[in-house]
């Protein structure tokens, strides 16, 4: 069964930094795209980021250009988001994703994603 779990959110300063992290089981992601996802209270899910298989390419959201960057370790079954310059705004729960099909090309539509993960409270606040 294909399970991802996010790690790595908590409490930080605005300006501050977090690493969010996303380890599957259950199979091997160097086959698959993944995508990082939030929500905060009262919106929608909106994309922040994704990876494609082999890191042929990534893709950021506007609102964290600049800020974020997401990066794969597959030996270690993991994909990482390094948050940095982090705003109120930024505040939600983070998700990770992946599709059922291997090898697709990432996105940042939550349709494009099949399983996904428990997700992770990230708070900016002084």
């Known amino acids: 069964q294909m399970q991802l779990v996010e790690s790595g959110g908590g409490l930080v300063q605005p300006g501050g930094s977090l690493r969010l992290s996303c380890a599957a089981s259950?199979?091997?992601?160097?086959?698959?795209?993944i995508g990082w996802f939030r929500q905060a209270p009262g919106k929608e899910r909106e994309g922040v980021s994704c990876?494609?298989?082999?890191?042929?390419?990534?893709h950021l959201a506007d609102s964290v250009k600049g800020r974020f960057t997401i990066s794969r370790d597959d030996d270690k079954n993991t994909v990482y988001l390094q948050m940095n310059g982090l705003k109120p705004e930024d505040t939600a729960v983070y998700y990770c994703?992946?599709?059922?099909?291997?090898?697709?090309?990432?996105?940042?539509?939550?349709?494009?994603?099949?399983?996904w993960g428990q997700g992770t409270q990230v708070t900016v606040s002084s």
């Open positions: 994703a992946t599709p059922h099909v291997m090898l697709l090309p990432c996105g940042l539509q939550d349709y494009e994603y099949d399983y």
């Open positions: 259950g199979f091997t992601l160097d086959n698959y795209a």
């Open positions: 990876i494609s298989v082999r890191n042929t390419s990534t």
